[in-house]
Structures are given as structure tokens and as C-alpha cells.
């Protein structure tokens, strides 16, 4: 019974989004592993700001100096 366990800062995911996650992880490990995706849970889990850290600063610090995890 595979579990996989998705940790994100808390900003803004959509419920569309985080479905897209499971479903996509789900086929990963139905493809990759030949495991039955009746049986493969996929837990997101949201993280705020102030309680995630990065190179010795909270994200949210990190955020309002514009230092961003989006794609260039």
C-alpha cells in the first residue's frame, strides 16, 4: 500500500491543482511500481509561511524580499 506525503507552503494550491497532484501520483507509482491505485494514498499537506524555513530564514521573510519558488 504505497503513501505519498506532499508538503507545500500554504499559497494558494487550488482544489483543481491538488487533484491534478494525486491523480498524477497515483499513475506514477500505478505505471512505475505496477501498484493498484485502489490501494495508493496521497496526502497533501499545507505549511504556512512562518513555519517553513529555508537557508536559515522563514519563507515568508523570504517571500518579502520577492524570492519566490516560481518558475523562471
Same mark, same amino acid.
Given at each position: 500500500m504505497p503513501y505519498v506525503k506532499i508538503e507545500l507552503?500554504?499559497?494558494g494550491v487550488t482544489r483543481e491543482q491538488k487533484q491534478t497532484l494525486i *491523480? @498524477? +501520483?497515483t499513475d506514477l507509482i500505478t505505471n512505475t511500481l505496477n501498484k493498484d491505485p485502489h490501494l495508493t494514498? +496521497? +496526502? /497533501?499537506n499545507e505549511v504556512e509561511l512562518d513555519d517553513w524555513g529555508y537557508a536559515g530564514e522563514q519563507v515568508s521573510v523570504l517571500r518579502e *524580499? @520577492? /524570492?519566490t519558488a516560481d518558475k523562471k
Open positions: 507552503t500554504r499559497e *491523480k @498524477g +501520483v494514498h +496521497v +496526502v /497533501i *524580499k @520577492g /524570492i
